[in-house]
Nanobody, 117 residues
Framework: QVQLAESGGGLVQAGGSLRLSCVVSGSMLGIDALGWYRQAPGKRREMVAVISGRGIRHYGDSMKGRCTISRDNAKTSVYLELNGLRPEDTAVYYC???????????WGQGTQVTVSS
């Protein structure tokens, strides 16, 4: 069982930046790709960025060009650098394994990002 703990969210003004962190613990067998996702009030959860075990990155359209995903395999952590934040980026941000996103019990608490105008 993999446990995921997100942190780093907060309240920021439009145009600001945040760095989100996710520590992965528990069973590490088979962990490859890790991703960041977000869910805004009243909207479906969407993929923000995914990084493979080899460091290949893929970004969703919503924040492409304004975020950077990275990972530290030694620390079993994945990070998301957010820049040029907009009020529409306000959401709860989650990390997860892409292979587990279909499982409702695989999601952690997430970290709230609120962007004021």
């Amino acid at each position: 069982q993999v446990q995921l703990a997100e942190s780093g969210g907060g309240l920021v003004q439009a145009g600001g930046s945040l760095r989100l962190s996710c520590v992965v613990s528990g069973s590490m067998l088979g962990i490859d790709a890790l991703g960041w996702y977000r869910q805004a009030p009243g909207k479906r959860r969407e993929m923000v960025a995914v990084i493979s075990g080899r460091g290949i990155r893929h970004y969703g359209d919503s924040m492409k060009g304004r975020c950077t995903i990275s990972r530290d395999n030694a620390k079993t952590s994945v990070y998301l650098e957010l820049n040029g934040l907009r009020p529409e980026d306000t959401a709860v941000y989650y990390c997860n394994r892409p292979a587990d996103t279909w499982r409702s019990d695989s999601w952690g608490q997430g970290t709230q990002v609120t962007v004021s105008s």
